[in-house]
């Protein structure tokens, strides 16, 4: 990777340099403080870079190289469904018909567009076995906020008013801020000694002040609450929502439905599950999922297909007039050129792929969780709860802590070196030392072999001499930094 | 096996016989067989690439895109050209695949680009800081509700009639969850009306929100509104523009708060409407309740310059439910779009785009306003966005306009019933003196069909 010295583009900067270059002006000009106020105008130019267009490529190319990146390396960081993302996709989702077309176009030019749209509600919903979908929401924690809304809106309807929402004590960290951001007060639930929930636990903390109990299954833990049945029992039993966070999805496509398992509304990751690309950070999308309970709530405009009149073809509509809808969550219908990839992706699979895409993220998760109870890996780094995981599993750093040395933080800054992404790290919080892994579907046995082996050759190194991987990185474009100092002094814009 | 897996029948059987289970099935053996799923799922079978690709290609050809027509639709996304090395950079792997960068020694190249990025939309809006990308503009609106209220304490909101509709609608959403009022202030001409915003303004108000130019295009009066708005303590957030800036003096410069916006028109598709970012820029005594990542400067144990996600005491992964947002994502590929869009563009061109779009408006405008049956919705200064009254349907003289190959602009009869008379126009730098003679030419004679099909005299 590069490890040149950091140079920003407004430090390349030179005075007269540019890249683009506009059109004339054709249309007679004007003084500019005829058509706006003088008051209103911009006095000094912002200072933006003054580059060329190679100084600009150069710079980015330069700069990307000190990213890791799953096109290049295994990226086994749980909870976040680091699989293949298809380059086809990428393909589809630029052509001009859809990268070029204006979200306010009448929708009876962009019946292709809003066919996407419907297609991917549709086959979201037999996925999570769930009736009626909106495409809406831009995230997971986006989708989050929508059925914490859908909630108070369905119980609002009923003349009821809760306040209080169940999470489990190994829940996402979205989930505990979207309860306040709901305007509801977080009640947590503990967990039992197979990682599931402490159904007792629940049991006395669901009264009818609940609105709802957010959980994901499997969980974080990448374990199946075997217990679901139970559990929806007693949340729908005072009242509440059954809400899932679908970020664990890609665990149990085509094997287990949340509709089934009695949930109300699901929110779907579509660059977890549906290999959206992650981006550095976004964009994803968060479409919901709902039962038919729920549904006069979604937000609006939906996607609909009329029937056509007289045997002709349907027509797909955008629906505004709902009136009992929680209204709008953003701007326009939501991130559709993710929605694109994401029907891409299920076309290429079909059902059946879908299926076996879950099957083999499981295998592969087992297989490699059975390589870390091998040698040293299962001497210092026990799985936190030993039962068959699902896509994911956690283990423990406490003895490698105690025993040798060195933290999961250490574990996981070695890992650089090796050429691996770490796996999730200090979470879930109930496992001390946490590492979370999730080798996902697309990789094949020889990676996670390679894997198991660079754990293997860390915990052997520090047996030896636990100061390498405390001080670790080594290799990397620049090695651990200070982050209390940022956090002290905050420099977030560059001084010009 | 999938073309996406790579596990063979052979590895399925070593890798089950390392497990110790004797199926695939057995490892789901966990999961109740009443919530299991007893049938395929009910969709189409699997296809080859080739397959998928005409597929997805015959659903594209029924769209008519902004490559198929002259468009002049705006209402907050705009057809802007994207630059080839904005397609290039977001195209490569090591900005495109990986995740958020939690782990910044290997994250550099993210982590620096957001740094970047909060630098030039700080230089846009007048603002000191900037958190890396939201989702888009109108969650954005919302998100600084959210942050309003916690400064303030407050729990009512004024908004102006002329914040885009989606915003208004996207702040009640939210709104109705963390609890807070939200009460339009009327237009006047065009602008919002600000005898009325002085009249609404109590010590409740925890924020007054404006558009600048507002959704009809109009400049608002900042000069003037700003310090009225801001007289009882509330914050004063206003959503901006982005490429007008290069002419507006920044909002920022007017004592706002909160200065955010649509990324879109910066160097981002249109999409459909997503994926794009929302940007927001604060004073510094709001940094500590932005919503969103924010990137930080620092140096490595060896003195090396470097950039981390800073600030993370703020956000959900950290705080759980004392988060300020319960956001995780950035954006960050729209985001970084952006920042490569302006670099393009750099310090001279953002401004001459600001002042073509100005000029081709103008042209436009008169050139408009001059035809049969076509007259201005209001007088104010525009930069490169207005809105018209035709004396005919606005459905029909549109669906007429499509068929010659030009869309003549947003109606804006669904959002604003008063206006069901009119036409939103919106002008970009591809939008040559061509376009909008044509434009002239197919608007004037559509109106005039329909007049004379409803017996107007001509």
């Known amino acids: 990777m590069q490890t040149e010295p950091v140079v920003t583009i407004f430090e390349r900067s030179v005075e007269g340099r540019r890249a683009a270059q506009l059109p004339e002006l054709d249309v007679p000009a004007r003084p500019l403080d005829e058509l706006i106020p003088g008051a209103m105008l911009r006095a000094e130019a912002p200072r933006l870079p003054e580059v060329s267009e190679p100084e600009i490529v150069r710079h980015y190319n330069r700069i990307s190289r000190r990213n890791f990146d799953l096109d290049t390396g295994f990226y086994p960081l749980g909870s976040c469904t680091m699989k293949h993302n298809p380059k086809l996709n990428e393909r589809v989702a630029a052509l001009p018909g859809h990268a070029r077309l204006h979200p306010l176009t009448p929708p009876e030019r962009v019946q292709g567009a809003l066919e996407v749209m419907w297609l991917l509600q549709r086959a979201l919903a037999e996925i999570c076995g769930l009736p009626h979908v909106s495409l809406q929401p831009s995230a997971g924690a986006h989708g989050e906020l929508a059925g914490l809304l859908l909630t108070r809106a369905y119980h609002a309807d009923r003349g009821e008013s809760r306040h209080k929402v169940l999470t489990p004590d190994t829940a996402h960290g979205t989930n505990p801020a979207t309860v306040t951001m709901a305007g509801y007060e977080v009640v947590k639930v503990a967990s039992d000694a197979r990682g599931g929930i402490d159904v007792d636990d629940l049991r006395a903390k669901a009264d009818d002040d609940v609105a709802c109990l957010m959980l994901t299954n499997p969980n974080t833990l990448g374990l199946f609450d075997e217990r679901i049945e139970e559990i929806a029992e007693i949340v729908h039993g005072t009242g509440a929502t059954l809400y899932y966070d679908g970020a664990n999805l890609n665990a149990v496509m085509g094997i287990s439905r949340p509709g089934d398992m009695g949930f109300d509304i699901v929110h779907v990751n579509l660059h977890k599950s549906f290999s959206q690309p992650h981006g550095g950070g976004g964009p994803g999308a968060g479409p919901i999922a709902v039962s038919d309970r729920i549904e006069p709530f979604l937000p609006r405009p939906q996607v609909v297909r009329r029937e056509g009149s007289n045997g002709g073809a349907p027509l797909f509509d955008l629906d505004h007039d709902r009136p009992r809808s929680i209204g709008r969550m953003r701007g326009f219908q939501g991130n559709f050129g993710v929605f694109v990839r994401s029907l891409a992706y299920i076309l290429s699979l079909g059902g059946d792929g879908l299926r076996e895409a879950s099957e083999t993220a499981v295998l592969n998760a087992n297989y490699l969780l059975a390589r870390m109870r091998e040698g040293r890996a299962g001497k210092y780094l026990p799985v936190a709860f030993d039962r068959t995981c699902k896509h994911e599993f956690v283990l423990s750093g406490s003895r490698a802590k105690k025993e040798l040395g060195v933290k999961t933080l250490d574990i996981a800054k070695r890992l650089l070196d090796h050429g691996y992404h770490p796996p999730t790290v200090y979470f879930p919080l109930l496992v001390d030392e946490a590492l979370m892994v999730e080798p996902t579907e697309t990789e094949a046995r020889e990676t996670l072999d390679a894997f198991a082996a660079a754990i293997e050759e860390i915990l052997a190194e520090a047996e030896q001499d636990p100061e390498v991987a405390r001080n670790a990185p080594y290799t990397t474009p620049v090695r651990r930094l200070d982050e209390v100092g940022a956090t002290k002094r905050p420099v977030v814009r560059q001084p010009l | 096996m999938t073309r996406y897996t790579s596990a063979t029948e052979r590895d399925r059987e070593q890798m089950l016989a390392a497990i110790g289970a004797g199926s695939v099935g057995a490892l789901f053996e966990d999961i109740p067989a009443g919530v299991r799923l007893d049938r395929p799922l009910d969709l189409p079978a699997g296809m080859p690439e080739a397959a998928v690709y005409e597929r997805m290609a015959a659903l594209a050809a029924r769209n008519a895109s902004a490559e198929d ?350 206006f069901a008379d009119g036409l939103l126009v919106a002008i970009t730098e591809r939008r040559s003196r061509g376009h909008i003679d044509r434009l002239a030419d197919v608007l004037g004679a559509a109106v005039a069909a329909e007049r004379t099909a409803a017996g107007v005299p001509a």
């Not at chain 2, 929100?209 to 009882?232: C, H, I, M, S």
């Not at chain 2, 459909?272 to 940007?279: A, I, N």
């Not at chain 2, 992964?317 to 319960?326: V, W």
């Open chain 2, 69 to 418: 027509e002259i468009t002049f639709l705006g209402a907050g996304m705009y057809d802007h050209y994207v630059p080839a090395i904005v397609d290039s950079i977001i195209q490569r792997s090591e900005f495109l695949t990986p995740y958020t960068p939690y782990q910044p020694e290997i994250s550099q190249g993210t982590l620096q680009s957001m740094f970047e990025f909060q630098t030039a939309m700080s230089e846009l809006t007048g603002l000191p800081v900037a958190s890396a990308g939201l989702y888009e503009m109108p969650s954005s609106v919302a998100s600084a509700g959210y942050l309003a209220k916690g400064a303030t304490g407050r729990d009512r909101f004024l908004v102006s009639r002329a914040l885009h509709p989606h915003a208004r609608e996207a702040l009640a959403t939210y709104a109705a969850g963390f609890g807070a009022e939200v009460e339009e202030i009327p237009l006047a001409d065009g602008a919002t009306d600000l005898a009325a915003l002085e009249s609404a303004l109590d010590e409740r108000v925890a924020a007054v929100f404006l558009q600048q130019p507002n959704f009809f295009g109009t400049v608002e009066d900042l000069a003037a509104l700003a310090p009225a708005a801001k007289r009882t303590g509330a914050l004063l957030i206003v959503a901006v523009d982005a490429p007008t800036l290069g002419v507006l003096r920044p909002p920022g410069e007017f004592g706002t708060d909160v200065v955010l916006g649509e990324g879109q028109p910066l160097g981002n598709r249109l999409d459909f409407g997503g994926p794009s970012f929302g940007f927001f820029t604060a004073r510094e005594e709001h940094i500590r309740r932005m919503p969103g990542r924010i990137a930080g400067e620092t140096t490595d144990v060896d003195g090396r310059r470097g950039f981390v996600l800073t600030l993370q005491t703020r956000e959900q992964h950290i705080r759980r439910e004392k988060a300020t947002s319960n956001i995780c994502t950035s954006q960050q590929l729209n985001a970084l779009a952006g920042v490569i869009y302006l670099s393009w563009l750099g310090r001279r061109g953002f401004v001459e785009l600001g002042e073509l779009m100005a000029q081709r408006t103008a042209y436009a405008r008169e050139r408009l306003a001059a035809l049969d049956g076509v007259s201005l919705l209001h007088e104010q200064p525009v930069v490169r966005e207005f809105a018209l009254r035709l004396d005919a349907p606005v459905g029909a003289v549109l669906r007429r306009c499509a068929e010659q190959g030009v869309n003549a602009g947003y109606a804006l009869g669904r959002d604003y019933p008063e």
